[in-house]
């Protein structure tokens, strides 16, 4: 293998005073290796297999780009981008979906809060046939109550049959309870669901709003929110916001920092099934500017996995973005 190493300007004269066959009998390719020099060679080195490079056609022109070997800590960003790009999407397109359901099923507000109405009558209908099981049950244990304590004044045992029924109509207590609270979340969750729905159809309609582009605003938030992700709007802000990020995975994380260059902040792999591992990278979107995303790891088994499909989780996510935004500002 033969390696020349020109400057570039020698390069161009040397293409100038000789003929394009001579220069480029083969395929050649061009790369700047780890001492700034820029190497022209049929072949490429293994040493310089990883460096970036163009290849040129007999005429000397580029006909194809390698891009430099990303580093381990590179890939993890991309990783990290790629998984929220795709969790963007998702919320973007369930967005998208939840508008064209909500402006295809309701013709104006009144339609809205008549729905609403008739969905807290139904279910307030069905709590009070659960209040009445209880109420039915409640007063059986208070018959078979008084039954037992009429044969202990007769001072006689009380047959286990009767102890039996008591046990069970007890149960029956219980299980009475938990329907009642269980339809008490499901109206206040209907009603949240349904105040949220009037909002948002408000903002579709009154607003004169583009649906579709609406939908790709809100879902831009969503993520911001649900996902942990912060837009710095000057270099400045992005330098604070940085720094902030250290003290957001010190005071979140249960595993100590072991990666922190430019780009990334990561913290140790979970040791523990009650380990938390966060990392911060550094990002910049279609507009060009930089984002810090927050990723959450715990260990690979199912405790793990359950703890980072948990409330704690979702909490230490949405706050990210407010003690990054309060730090920046500072």
Request: glycine share 2%.
């Amino acid at each position: 293998m033969q390696t020349r190493i020109f400057s570039a300007s020698f390069f161009l004269v040397c293409f100038l005073c000789l003929s394009s066959q001579s220069v480029f009998a083969k395929k050649m390719y061009r790369w700047v290796n780890e001492k700034g020099e820029t190497v022209f060679s049929d072949q490429v080195p293994p040493e310089h297999a990883e460096l970036r490079r163009e290849s040129l056609n007999e005429k000397g022109r580029v006909v194809e780009v390698t891009e430099k070997a990303k580093t381990k800590e590179q890939q993890a960003i991309d990783d990290r981008l790629n998984a929220l790009k795709k969790a963007q999407e998702k919320i973007i397109a369930q967005q998208a979906a939840n508008d064209k359901v909500l402006l295809s099923t309701f013709r104006s507000l009144k339609d809205m809060e008549a729905s609403l109405y008739t969905t807290m009558q139904s279910l307030d209908a069905q709590r009070n046939v659960a209040q009445g099981n209880l109420k039915r049950v409640e007063d059986q244990l208070g018959s078979q109550q008084k039954k037992a304590a009429e044969l202990e004044r007769n001072g006689k045992k009380i047959p286990k049959n009767l102890l039996d029924e008591i046990k069970q109509t007890e149960v029956q207590i219980q299980a009475a309870y938990a329907e009642i609270n269980k339809q008490i979340e499901k109206k206040n969750r209907a009603k949240a669901e349904f105040e949220a729905n009037i909002e948002r159809f408000k903002f579709l309609t009154q607003n004169n709003a583009d649906p579709s582009k609406a939908s790709d605003n809100i879902a831009q938030n969503k993520v911001a929110n649900e996902i942990g992700l912060y837009t710095c709007e000057t270099d400045a802000l992005c330098a604070k916001a940085w720094a902030a990020a250290h003290d957001f995975i010190n005071t979140h994380a249960t595993t100590p920092i072991d990666t922190d260059t430019d780009k990334l902040i990561m913290g140790r792999a979970p040791a523990t099934d009650s380990d938390l591992s966060l990392s911060v990278s550094k990002i910049e979107d279609e507009d060009k500017k930089q984002q810090l995303f927050l990723d959450i790891h715990c260990r690979e088994s199912s405790l793990g996995t359950e703890l980072c499909a948990s409330q704690k989780v979702r909490d230490i996510r949405s706050a990210f973005r407010p003690f990054i935004e309060a730090a920046a500002v500072k």
